[in-house]
């Protein structure tokens, strides 16, 4: 599950959040030499974002950091049927953002891509995260990684020709800002709507 690669500069639509979401965020989105030391860091993460959710919970951000942290562990651990209550505390905390921040667009696209990479019966609902990234794309039209999350979806219904185009946006989009990592992937989906 490609469910978090978000969180890039803050767009107008963002929630505030704590300093302690802020760093729980941070944690999450931040690299590690090992997937141990990944993991303990994402247990960090996860810690920090449920004491910002304990002082503030009207606090959109830390239930984002929550869903980033645990979406992440959930990612590196790999999904199935025993990972149920994690989907459902992931489904908890992102619709809590959402409640609060209904156009955060890092928001929109994890439960996007969370809904669109589940399998149906883990509650996977395709169409309606394909329309989370379109949402996510109306609020920041520049938001590569929603563009790109958008090409994924499209491809997986078999709407090739939308996604090529949609990924030549995402291509031209990275490598004006400039993405090297974002631009890799686009070329890479590209490459993948070719064949």
Do not use: W
């Amino acid at each position: 599950m490609a469910l978090l690669a978000l969180a890039g500069p803050a767009r107008a639509a963002d929630p505030p959040g704590s300093p302690r979401a802020d760093q729980a965020l941070a944690v999450c989105l931040a690299a590690a030499a090992t997937p141990e030391e990944r993991r303990a860091n994402l247990a960090r993460g996860l810690a920090l974002a449920e004491e910002a959710v304990a002082a503030d919970e009207r606090d959109a951000k830390a239930h984002f950091a929550i869903f980033c942290n645990l979406g992440t562990d959930l990612k590196l651990r790999g999904v199935a049927l025993t990972s149920l209550f994690a989907i459902r505390r992931l489904r908890r905390e992102i619709d809590r953002t959402l409640e609060l921040a209904p156009d955060y667009a890092d928001a929109l696209v994890g439960k996007g891509e969370l809904l669109c990479e589940l399998p149906r019966v883990l509650g996977g609902d395709a169409a309606e995260g394909e329309r989370l990234l379109r949402a996510a794309l109306r609020v920041d039209p520049g938001f590569i990684e929603a563009r790109l999350g958008l090409v994924r979806a499209l491809a997986a219904r078999g709407e090739r020709d939308e996604a090529r185009a949609e990924a030549r946006r995402a291509l031209a989009e990275a490598e004006r800002a400039p993405d090297p990592a974002r631009a890799t992937e686009a070329r890479r989906l590209l490459a993948q709507l070719a064949e």
